[in-house]
């Protein structure tokens, strides 16, 4: 239906060009990342290391709580068992 008359062509046209716009921008950071360039591979190596290391923190965190929680909660129930 876009096809079929002037404004259709314009359409996609449009369309086209952001396409070939997005692939060329992909196919220059590409380049840019494989040759270092600006130290961009350096850069974001570096900051994927950082989230890697944000995350494995945060789950170590969120496990030992979750751990001391359950002993908190085992202990306390103990505590008020009169049959323990």
Known sequence: ?????????A????????????????MGFNYLYD????GIQDGLDWAGQQIDEGFKTVTETATNLAED??????????????FS
């Open 69 to 82: 929680a359950g002993e908190a909660l085992s202990s306390g129930l103990d505590a008020i068992n009169p």
């Open 1 to 9: 239906m876009l096809g079929s008359n002037p404004v259709g062509w």
């Open 35 to 38: 040759n270092n360039i600006l």
């Open 11 to 26: 359409a996609i046209g449009i369309a086209a060009a952001g396409a070939a716009v997005g692939v060329g921008a992909t």
